[in-house]
DNA sequence: TTTTGAGTTGTTCGA
DNA sequence: GTCGAACAACTCAAA
């Protein structure tokens, strides 16, 4: 009986993965070795709230297999290869990888594998990038067409569980990173197949009616959560979708909700498809007509950014939940990306990739054109002239100003809204809130100048 | 080929 | 305090 190998990537998990169930069939009755490679070149980039949401996933998957998951160190090509001689396997099973480091990573493995076939089935989407285009069989560059697109062409229901699963062990493997940022942060969410299931019934009982509304208040717990597990593969966006579409069935009231929930999986997905089409867009300008723009290297202005210490409060309490918890609320996100952008003047990719390392749902195409949407150089930018005032956006989006306070101490004593004004305050600088950096309206009117420059030589 | 309608997420200013 | 206009044209996608 035929052994094959299935290769764990961004899918750490048994439900829903149509290349589990394509490995099985592919072994006839006999068995799967479930692998998962510690590729370097990967964790190298990665800080260690990552790290340890990863170590968590992978551990969940071993237990998910009954220890039959072999983890291994080193090179894929090499990893691979050996271990799939080394069980005499037939073919080697993947989900299809999508990104640029993925698909050289990829191809070099099949090279390596030589006569074992290495083949790929699905992808983290529901619908694989580079499979929507457009009339004139061009990718998409705006988002509402995609999306009509994406909608129309469906999404294919889950993939069944194959009945029984017949794993294989090699038992020799390597040790798993050490998960040591929960006792520093207890409040992480867990990295799991369980947890996301959980997380996932939690949100369409409680989160979904009021998603639309409440997804963009950093002081509510209003969005889905799942963004960590769809990096991991622990859910698969194919299952939200098919869970989603009966809610729907059910009730109405949440009609507002759900449509905005299917809109940012596509978001995910366009991004996704943009990246597949052109992957220098993962850390260069999509598009060149900013080519000639002045940026200001990094430096102590950068490293402040870094640190949650440029003395607007929206912009600190998200770089200190970044580094705390290796998560940002999105809406904070962009601005504090436009805050780097626009009043510091520093190049996008900088900033994009201190989030990648941080950031436990670091997802590329989705930071690295978040970022590009941000600077005006990505597919469907923000009009140049829109610069985030980080005042008004805390006045909007966290108008009792909680957020700010869970995650600047300094600013604890101060009540409600003025928390985002503390120059305002005459206690403001009491227990040592760092004065502004910059200040707004100089830099606003400065980027618009650059920016102006920046096209006239365009 | 040409035309047409449309395009995630804002801010500021002045009436 | 509220509201509408200006910001600046440009590119994309489809008819």
Known sequence: MPTTVLWFRRDLRLADHPALCEAHQAAGGGRVLPLFVLDPALLGSAGSVRTACLSEAVQALSEATDGALVVRRGDPAQVVAEVAASVGAASVHI???????????????????????????????????GTLVTGAGTPYQVFTPFSRAWRDHGWPAPAPTPPTLRWLSDADGDPLPEPDHRAQAPRLPACSPQAAVQRWREFLEAGLTSYDADRDRPDLDGTSGLSMHLKYGTVHPRTLLADVARHVGQQDASGAGVRRFVTELCWREFYADVLWHRPDSAWADLRSGLAAMAYDDPGAAFAAWQAGRTGYPLVDAGQRQLLAEGWMHNRVRMVSASFLVKHLHVWWPHGARHFMRHLRDADLASNSHGWQWVAGTGTDAA??????????????????????????????????????EPWKAPTGYDHGYPARLVDHDEERREALRRYDAARLRA
């Open 95 to 129: 989900s299809g990888e999508t990104t640029p480091y993925g698909r050289r990573r990829d191809a070099a493995v099949r090279a390596r594998l030589g006569a074992i076939p290495l083949v790929a089935t699905g992808t983290p989407y529901a619908v694989g990038p």
């Open 383 to 420: 009009p140049y002239f829109r610069v985030f005032n980080p005042v008004a956006q805390g006045r909007k989006f966290d108008p009792h100003g909680d957020y700010v306070r869970r995650y600047l101490p300094e600013l604890a004593h101060l009540p409600g809204a003025s928390v985002h």
